[in-house]
């Protein structure tokens, strides 16, 4: 896919899977074991577009249709400007 990562131009990547959490109004969607290809030396990633809109779509099944996910975390936010630290 890539012939040198646009971020440090090294030229060696290696096909991966990763976690990859995707955003949307708030509203966030964690998935395991997304194939990518992955700079060997900065480690940037880089997706395939078809792989980026199937995560886009399993989001609207579970946002949207109402599907069940597979697990559900709950996970604390915090301000950091809100923190006070002595």
Known sequence: ??????FCGN???KET???YIYKH????????DVP??????????????????QIETEFN???????KPIKELHVPIESFS???YA
């Open 1 to 6: 896919m890539n012939t040198k990562c646009h």
């Open 11 to 13: 030229k060696n990547f």
């Open 17 to 19: 899977k990763v976690q």
């Open 25 to 32: 109004n708030g509203k966030f969607l964690i998935m395991d």
């Open 36 to 53: 990518c290809e992955q700079c060997e030396f900065c480690g940037e990633q880089y997706f395939e577009g078809k792989i980026l809109r």
């Open 61 to 67: 099944n579970i946002y949207v249709q109402g599907k």
């Open 82 to 84: 809100a923190v006070q």
